[in-house]
């Protein structure tokens, strides 16, 4: 189970719809979306491999060589079946950091249910903070702009109204946590103290990224947020 996004604003007031948002300069950008979606195992395989190469030209020579003619040659797609696909290389590049998301989500899903017998509380959420940190320096290391630009529409996703239940990776490695150190965690309401926990590393790691993206990599952060994250949950 998950938490419904909010409704309304700090204030109170009724957070305005998507129409609303674009009349104000506030569109929601797009972000980790193909041109269109491939419909045939051909189609799915290009993207795919369009994908991979994108990544291994990113990672190894950095931001800048990820251009269409370089993607074209470095993969043998001809650059037309790479633009049916991708209208530029920021979309590619979006989608390629969406993904790295998903992968880190699940990472930190498996070794948060892997933690050893004798892990303590502290453990656990030093090894979710690590990760939502080290992603976050990770995407600001490969590309800063579109590292800054995912952070913007994260943050603008979570105030949109939605009809689903959405569900961020980190907060279902959260309630993990809360299920298996239920007995250690000293509050008065879960409920409450699960939502600030997701809320305050959420906002606090993007906060980072979008103001001293330095203090990503620096291991003193991880120790003093994972301390604070503590500190919430065993007081009474």
Not at 57 to 64: D, S
Not at 94 to 118: I, K, N, Q, S, T
Not at 190 to 217: N, Q, W
């Given at each position: 189970?998950?938490?419904?996004?909010?409704?309304?604003?700090?204030?109170?007031?009724?957070?305005?719809?998507?129409?609303?948002?674009?009349?104000?300069?506030?569109?929601?950008?797009?972000?980790?979306?193909?041109?269109?979606?491939?419909?045939?195992?051909?189609?799915?395989?290009?993207?795919?491999?369009?994908?991979?190469?994108?990544?291994?030209?990113?990672?190894?020579e950095g931001r800048p060589a990820l251009?269409?003619?370089?993607?074209?040659?470095?993969?043998?797609?001809?650059?037309?079946?790479?633009?049916?696909?991708?209208?530029?290389?920021?979309?590619?590049?979006?989608?390629?950091?969406?993904?790295?998301?998903?992968?880190?989500?699940?990472?930190?899903?498996?070794?948060?249910?892997?933690?050893?017998?004798?892990?303590?509380?502290?453990?656990?959420?030093?090894?979710i903070t690590r990760h939502s940190l080290?992603?976050?320096?990770?995407?600001?290391?490969?590309?800063?702009?579109?590292?800054?630009?995912?952070?913007?529409?994260?943050?603008?996703?979570?105030?949109?109204?939605?009809?689903?239940?959405?569900?961020?990776?980190l907060d279902g490695s959260a309630r993990?946590?809360?299920?298996?150190?239920?007995?250690?965690?000293?509050?008065?309401?879960?409920?409450?103290?699960?939502?600030?926990?997701?809320?305050?590393?959420?906002?606090?790691?993007?906060?980072?990224?979008?103001?001293?993206?330095?203090?990503?990599?620096?291991?003193?952060?991880?120790?003093?947020?994972?301390?604070?994250?503590?500190?919430?949950?065993?007081?009474?």
């Amino acid at each position: 189970m998950g938490y419904i996004p909010r409704t309304l604003t700090p204030s109170g007031d009724p957070i305005p719809q998507v129409a609303q948002l674009a009349e104000s300069s506030q569109a929601l950008e797009h972000f980790g979306q193909l041109r269109k979606r491939p419909s045939q195992a051909r189609s799915e395989a290009l993207v795919a491999a369009l994908k991979e190469a994108g990544r291994r030209l990113l990672e190894q020579e950095g931001r800048p060589a990820l251009t269409l003619l370089r993607l074209s040659e470095f993969s043998g797609v001809a650059a037309s079946s790479i633009y049916e696909y991708f209208p530029s290389m920021d979309s590619l590049v979006d989608l390629l950091f969406a993904d790295y998301c998903e992968d880190v989500g699940r990472r930190m899903h498996a070794d948060m249910l892997e933690l050893p017998a004798d892990a303590s509380l502290f453990d656990g959420i030093y090894l979710i903070t690590r990760h939502s940190l080290a992603m976050r320096n990770r995407l600001h290391l490969l590309d800063p702009e579109t590292n800054n630009r995912q952070v913007r529409y994260y943050e603008q996703l979570r105030l949109l109204p939605k009809d689903d239940i959405y569900l961020p990776p980190l907060d279902g490695s959260a309630r993990v946590l809360f299920d298996r150190f239920s007995g250690h965690i000293q509050v008065s309401d879960p409920d409450k103290s699960l939502y600030l926990f997701c809320r305050t590393l959420h906002l606090l790691v993007r906060s980072i990224a979008m103001e001293r993206p330095h203090y990503l990599g620096d291991e003193s952060t991880l120790v003093e947020v994972t301390r604070m994250l503590h500190s919430l949950l065993i007081r009474s």
